[in-house]
Structure formats: structure tokens, C-alpha cells
């Protein structure tokens, strides 16, 4: 089904209600998504992006009720990753000498994808299309987040076709950010940006001002995921400013994966010291054995500091703490305090383990962190405690 955006652009993308994993099981989307494409309908006809490959068919019998093929002028390949481009070879077999507009990264990520010969036309930032009335105007967005990334920006209608950035993945039949559930939006907003945006903050920062210096009009952002963002429009990229310089809340986490018990005994004592000496920080306590993984990294970019625990298993720590460490590493957070902490019998090297492993990830480490043997008595637990009021302290 389509739906019309303005008189001249239709939304002809799909929305993928069942979709729980995304970049195979590394993004869970509780929420769905979708995979928005835009016709143009000016005196020249564009189709901005596809759809992902499962619905490569459905698209274009779809697209096919909406318009004769042979009427698009031009298509705008804004990313070449499998999401946008996966229905390009069925539409490309019904219009295989169609101009592909997108950048010089873009045309070697489709090739080296798709392995076709299509009719490329590379762009750069301010290179310009004549649809008719309006303009298309195109704006490099390397590594954000591919290096072929770019936004496409439509004169006249001030719409700004930004594809990944902006997005949220989020399936919602209403289309618009005003007529969904906000905090649904907004915790789905959040966690694409901590869990895909985050090691690219400085570029984010830096192609916002650029395109803010362009002092376009902006009515509508259309991205590739989730809502298209109409009420405000512009709210998205303030928020992206914040999100992007180094964000915090008043928030420590703490995530620990335990064996029987004894770490997260260690835990729940640490944030009663914490709560006792800043009753007024957010405290979250996670099992990163049964949390969602892609949750956990939206707590850690919220918060200013967090507390890593496991006990220590044959020489090492967990493998639900190892597998989020090797996620934190990728997305470079900045500006986060640490520590951490763990149960053990013997050995008990974990806690410096994972103090040198959070200091590689680029967090710093507060103090040696806290172990304690075998199960907590009172006095132990009475010491992470201590422990927790310790690191309040230390993070102040
Ligand atoms: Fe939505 Fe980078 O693909």
C-alpha cells in the first residue's frame, strides 16, 4: 500500500511488522521496522531507495500499481547496504538502463554486492538534479554510518531524504512521529543511535552543522527507518547534537552476569551504597545473561558511569560480559566512568581483567574494583556497601 506525503512523493516502502533481528541477530527490533522508499512525481519521475531483498518482489508488483516502470526517470541510491538495495536487481531486470544516482563509494558497494553493470551516476555533496519544479540536491554523508552513505534534499517541497540517520527501527502503519506512541519513538530513536551511531558522534557533529549552514528549509525529514519526522522536524537533529556530544544522564548502571548468585548479591549491596550516598542518581541493575544485549548498550551510552561484574570462571569472566565488552569497544564511548567487580573461589583475577578490558574500551577505570570470596556474609555485603558509596565518590 502506498501513501501519499505531499502532493508530488509517495511513500512506497514496506513496513516489516515481524522483523526481530537486523544485520542478521546483531540489532534485536522488538518494534519492527521498516524500509521506507519515496516516488517522486515531478516533471521527471525518481525513486529514492528500495526495499530489503525478502520483499524484493512485493515492492515492485506494488510499485507496478502505482506507476509504469518505464515512467522512472531516475532512481537515488542514498545507501547501498542490503535493507535499501535488496529489491534493486528485481526492479533493475524490468528497467535495466534506469540511471542509478548515488556516490562513487555507492556504486562499488552495489557492484561488489550485486555484481551488475547498471547505469551508475556518481555524485557529489551539492551536485544537483532537474526533476521539473524542484530540485534534488545531494549531500555526502561518508560513515554515517557506510562510506557511501549521503542525503538527498528536495527543493521546493523542503523535504530532506536523510536514509539511515534519523531513523528509528520502528514499524508504525501512522507513518508520522506525531501520531505514534512518543516514548515507544523515543526508546527506539535512542537505541539506533547508541547502537549504530555512537563511534561516528564527531561526523555526526560535524555533517549537522554542515547541512545547518546550508540554511535550507526543512518540513519533513524522510528517513529509511521508522517515522518520517513532520511534527518539528528539526527536533530529531537537535537531538542527535546532544546524543552525539559525548551524552549522558544522571544515570549508573550496573551489569553483571552471575553463577549462583554471589555477584549479583555483590551488585544489589553496591546499589544500596550508591542509592545511600546519591539518592537522587538513577540506579539500573542488569543481568547481561537474560538482558537484551542491544538494550544493555543504550543503558551504558545513558549513563555516566557504569559497574561491570562477574565472577571469575576458569582464569576469565562470562561470556554474556566478554561479548558485551567486544560491543562497547566497537562504539567508543567517551566520557564514561567505570569500575568493576566479581565473586570468586579462587584466582579471583577477574576484577583486574575486566578493569584493563574497560580501559581498553575506552572507559575510565575509577579504582582496583571489589571482589569478594565465595558467598557474601553480612559484613561482606556490608563492604559492597561501602563499595558502592566508594565509587559515587569517585564518579562525582
Ligand atoms: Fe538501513 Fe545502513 O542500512
Given at each position: 500500500?502506498?501513501k ?6 509517495t ?56 506507476i509504469?516502470l ?13 535493507d535499501h ?26 557492484k ?9 551516476v ?40 536523510s ?16 501520531v ?46 521508522g ?34 548468585n ?16 546519591d ?78 578490558k ?22 561482606e ?14 564518579t562525582?
Open positions: 500500500m502506498s501519499k506525503i505531499t502532493d508530488k512523493v511513500w512506497v516502502g514496506k513496513v516489516d511488522w515481524e522483523l526481530k533481528g537486523f544485520h542478521g541477530h546483531e540489532y534485536s527490533t522488538d518494534k519492527g521496522s521498516s524500509y521506507n522508499s519515496y516516488l517522486i512525481r515531478d516533471k521527471k519521475t525518481v525513486l529514492i531507495d528500495t526495499v530489503w531483498q525478502p520483499y524484493d518482489k512485493e515492492f515492485v508488483a506494488r510499485l507496478k500499481q502505482e509504469n518505464d515512467e522512472i526517470d531516475y532512481i537515488i541510491a542514498n545507501h547501498g547496504e542490503i538495495s535488496g529489491a534493486l536487481p528485481e526492479l533493475m531486470r524490468e528497467i535495466p538502463n534506469t540511471p542509478i544516482y548515488c556516490t562513487k563509494n555507492g556504486a562499488k558497494i552495489l561488489g554486492h550485486y555484481h551488475q553493470d547498471w547505469n551508475f556518481t555524485v557529489k555533496t551539492g551536485d544537483t538534479l532537474d526533476i521539473g519544479e524542484s530540485k534534488l540536491v545531494f549531500v555526502e554523508a561518508p560513515m554515517l554510518h557506510w562510506p557511501d552513505s549521503m542525503f538527498t534534499y528536495m527543493t521546493g517541497e523542503n523535504i530532506l531524504f536514509n539511515d540517520a534519523f531513523g528509528q527501527h520502528y514499524a508504525t502503519e501512522s507513518l508520522y512521529n506525531d505514534v506512541d512518543q516514548s515507544e519513538l523515543f526508546v527506539e530513536a535512542t537505541k539506533y543511535y547508541a547502537n549504530i551511531l555512537t563511534p561516528f558522534s564527531a561526523l555526526v557533529i560535524k555533517k549537522i552543522e554542515e547541512v545547518l549552514s546550508f540554511n535550507l528549509p526543512v518540513d519533513l525529514i524522510c528517513t529509511s527507518h517515522v518520517i519526522w513532520k511534527d518539528n522536524p528539526t527536533q530529531i537533529i537537535h537531538q542527535y547534537l546532544k546524543w552525539a556530544d559525548n551524552y549522558q544522564e544522571n544515570q549508573i548502571t550496573i551489569i553483571y552476569d552471575t553463577m549462583w554471589s555477584t549479583r548479591k555483590m551488585a544489589e549491596a553496591i546499589a544500596k551504597g550508591i542509592m545511600e550516598a539518592p537522587n542518581v538513577t540506579i539500573k541493575l542488569c543481568n547481561s545473561a537474560i538482558e537484551d544485549k542491544n538494550d544493555l548498550i543504550t543503558e551504558i551510552f545513558k549513563s555516566k558511569a557504569i559497574l561491570l561484574g562477574s565472577p571469575t570462571v576458569n582464569g576469565g569472566y562470562l561470556y554474556s560480559i566478554g561479548g558485551l565488552l567486544e560491543m562497547a569497544k566497537g562504539l567508543k564511548f567517551k566520557n564514561k566512568k567505570a569500575a568493576a567487580f566479581g565473586s570468586y573461589g579462587w584466582g579471583g583475577e577477574v576484577v583486574k581483567q575486566l578493569s584493563e574497560l580501559t581498553e574500551c575506552g572507559f575510565s577505570v575509577v579504582n582496583e574494583g571489589h571482589r569478594s570470596l565465595w558467598v557474601p556474609d553480612e559484613q555485603l556490608d563492604n559492597c556497601v561501602e563499595y558502592g558509596k566508594q565509587f559515587v565518590e569517585a562525582r
